[in-house]
């Protein structure tokens, strides 16, 4: 069979890549492994699973209709309200019909006489594409640390990204929790209510900020409705590819008792915009200093037993891993029943039938839960087996850091679409607005292609190295890309120290998109060349032409480097 496009992914982005191509009147397929839509709220069903990024805001922006008609309950919305959200709009949009479940790619080989991707499944499909769009996830890879002995444990391990449909009842369970990230944050309070015992292993300790979670109440939800698309430009015009309160100013230019106040009205607005309480504090680690110490003390003044707050306390730069929301979550170490593990020196052993050994000591579980995180960027991809020109794979291309134009595509393979690749905002933004604008650059860019006759099109290697060192110059002027962070691959044992996300705020890339693609995709080349003087159609992308709002964007980076970095 052939499509003139195959989709690998149904969350999100495989889900609006569909719409999109059916809107041009192309046909598709989308495979996605799991028997459902939702990509990482259809996996993630762990207890406490949520969004960090208010609902309002995280969720598309594509359709008003679809703005007007869903209503979120929460600031941030549980991962079944979000599943739900999803489904919802695969079938407003009757999107099932293109897609097949229960079915993974396995492999995708470009036939370079054809022009045409081949794509193979584990169901045994075997269908043809000139596009093959990845929208595989950038937290998708469940990462399973193969601990010793893990066979001999005599109760289930379960790993929090790929959590059992039917649920899990933990009460009265001895539960251990393996890791200390956003996942376990979220989940660790809840379990701590269900189980008779609940030791924590961290390897590194976290910074977290309380969510204040809360239901939305019908005026202000009225409210936003009143002006949804006055917010998404708004959004569209931050760093972060979301709206929130944000001082420029500088820590360092405040009187500590400015610090103070401004910290602590911060910390009540609680979630990701804490780090919005001055603009220097991911550029000057001096600033960093006063809002990590801030932080530390609030642990300190939550946690009774000092050396277990010591442990809590994270010593390394704050907002440098991706900081987590939660509710709750420090006050739990004050139960009796709840015990942390420091691994950080020794290492989780192994697995015994038992439960878990550090230091030659066992703690007894009957369940063991991984809260241990994703092959993040790459993982998707590393796990199919993906063949360019020439032969030559994707795993081996990437085998030093995964290179891309713009987080797009990559050289040497043509018409290979990634959404939200490394290179890209992504992780560091509002991921639905990430997806949204890479869906609309890529309908754009296949329309053109088809358009001007042309079969394929790819990046050039120079356009590719040079974003690629775009991509790591930015980084380094932001103190995020200075820890062992999933960021930069440090989560994964012999995965190459890249900083992979594009750090340069989302306006900024949006806006490097849209002249590209104006410039006849500045940076591609194609096999038929377009000899029109016409620039080519923003059917999809205009909505993301919006003007930079620069006084938003800290004023500390523009000094640096004329980019905001997020
Ligand atoms: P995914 O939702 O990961 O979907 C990818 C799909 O591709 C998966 O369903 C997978 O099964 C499928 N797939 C992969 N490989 C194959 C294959 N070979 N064959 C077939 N199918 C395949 N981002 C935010 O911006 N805000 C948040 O609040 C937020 N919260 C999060 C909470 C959790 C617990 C996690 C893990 C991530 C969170 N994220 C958040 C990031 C989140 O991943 C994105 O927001 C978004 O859901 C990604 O959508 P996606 O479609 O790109 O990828
Ligand atoms: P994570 O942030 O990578 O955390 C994994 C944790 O497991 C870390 O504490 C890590 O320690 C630990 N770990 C990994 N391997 C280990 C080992 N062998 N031994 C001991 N500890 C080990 O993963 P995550 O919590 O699933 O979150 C991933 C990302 O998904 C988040 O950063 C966020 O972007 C997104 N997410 C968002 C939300 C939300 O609030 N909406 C919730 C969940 C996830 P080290 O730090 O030392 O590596």
């Given at each position: ?8 992914g ?8 569909l719409?999109?191509?059916?809107q ?22 762990y ?6 990024v ?5 969720s598309?922006?594509?359709?008003q ?6 209503t ?28 097949r479940?229960?079915t ?5 080989v ?21 596009f ?13 640390p193969?601990?010793d002995g ?49 030791t ?17 109440d019908?005026?202000y939800?009225a ?56 603009g ?14 801030f932080?530390?003390?609030?642990i ?5 037993d000092p ?31 709840v ?28 369940v ?15 796990r199919?087996?993906?063949v360019?020109?020439?032969g ?9 850091g ?10 040497g ?24 604008q ?12 088809r358009?001007?006759?042309a079969q ?9 190295k ?24 440090a989560?994964i044992?012999?995965k ?9 705020g ?14 006849h995709?500045?940076g ?43």
């Amino acid at each position: 069979m052939t499509f003139d496009a195959v989709v690998v992914g149904a969350g999100f982005a495989g889900m609006y890549m569909l719409h999109c191509l059916r809107q041009m009147g192309l046909s598709a397929r989308v495979y996605e492994t799991g028997d459902g839509v939702g990509g990482t709220w259809y996996w993630n069903r762990y207890p406490g699973a949520r969004c960090d990024v208010e609902s309002m805001q995280y969720s598309y922006s594509f359709s008003q209709e679809l703005d007007q008609e869903w209503t979120w309950s929460e600031k941030y919305a549980p991962q079944p309200e979000i599943l739900s959200y999803a489904n919802h709009v695969a079938d407003r949009f009757d999107l099932r019909k293109d897609i097949r479940f229960n079915t993974k790619v396995t492999s995708a080989v470009f036939d370079e006489s054809a022009g045409e991707w081949q794509v193979e499944t584990s169901q045994g499909d075997q269908v043809r594409a000139q596009f093959c769009i990845m929208a595989v996830g950038c937290l998708s890879a469940a990462n399973r640390p193969p601990f010793d002995g893990i066979d001999d444990f005599n109760g289930p391990v379960y790993h929090t990204g790929e959590w059992p449909h039917e649920g899990v009842d933990l009460t009265g369970k001895r539960v251990a929790v393996i890791g200390t990230g956003s996942s376990a944050i979220q989940s660790i309070p809840i379990i701590a209510k269900q189980a008779s015992s609940l030791t924590v292993f961290q390897r590194t300790a976290n910074y977290t900020v309380p969510a204040w979670n809360a239901k939305l109440d019908d005026e202000y939800v009225a409210s936003i409705k009143a002006d949804y698309p006055g917010l998404r430009a708004k959004a569209r015009a931050r760093p972060t590819g979301f709206y929130f309160p944000f001082n420029t100013n500088s820590a360092l230019a405040a009187t500590p008792e400015e610090r103070e106040a401004q910290y602590e009205e911060s910390w009540q607005r609680g979630g990701l915009p804490f780090l919005g309480a001055y603009g220097d504090l991911l550029f000057d680690k001096e600033a960093n200093d006063t809002i990590a110490e801030f932080a530390r003390r609030k642990i300190r003044e939550t946690v009774n037993d000092p050396v277990t707050a010591e442990l809590l306390s994270p010593d390394n730069v704050f907002g440098c891993k991706r900081l987590c929301v939660d509710t709750g979550y420090y006050a739990v170490y004050n139960e009796p029943h709840v015990t942390l593990v420091d691994v950080s020196k020794t290492p989780v052993e192994r697995l015994t039938e038992n439960g878990v050994v550090v230091d030659g000591k066992t703690y007894e579980a009957d369940v063991v839960v991984c809260a241990t995180g994703f092959a993040a960027m790459t993982g998707s991809f590393d796990r199919m087996h993906i063949v360019g020109r020439d032969g030559l794979t994707l795993k081996e291309k990437w085998a030093a850091g995964p290179g891309t134009y713009l987080g797009l595509s990559t050289a040497g393979f043509p018409n290979l679409f990634m959404v939200t690749g490394p290179g890209s905002p992504s992780v560091l933004a509002n991921m639905v607005q990430s997806i949204e604008q890479h869906v609309d650059w890529m309908a754009d860019c296949i329309a053109h292609i088809r358009k001007v006759g042309a079969q394929t099109i790819e990046p050039t290697p120079e356009s590719e190295k040079e974003w690629v060192e775009h991509v790591n110059e930015v980084a380094a002027i932001s103190l995020r890309s200075t820890c062992s962070s999933w960021y930069v691959g440090a989560n994964i044992p012999g995965k190459p120290r890249v900083f992979m996300p594009y750090i340069g705020g989302f306006p900024i890339y949006v806006n490097r998109c849209n002249d590209v693609l104006t410039n006849h995709f500045e940076g591609f080349v194609t096999d038929v060349k377009d000899e029109s003087n016409e620039i080519p159609e923003v059917r999809f992308t205009d909505r993301w032409r919006v003007p930079l709002d620069l006084e938003v964007i800290s004023p500390a980076a523009i000094a640096a480097k004329k980019v905001p970095v997020v």
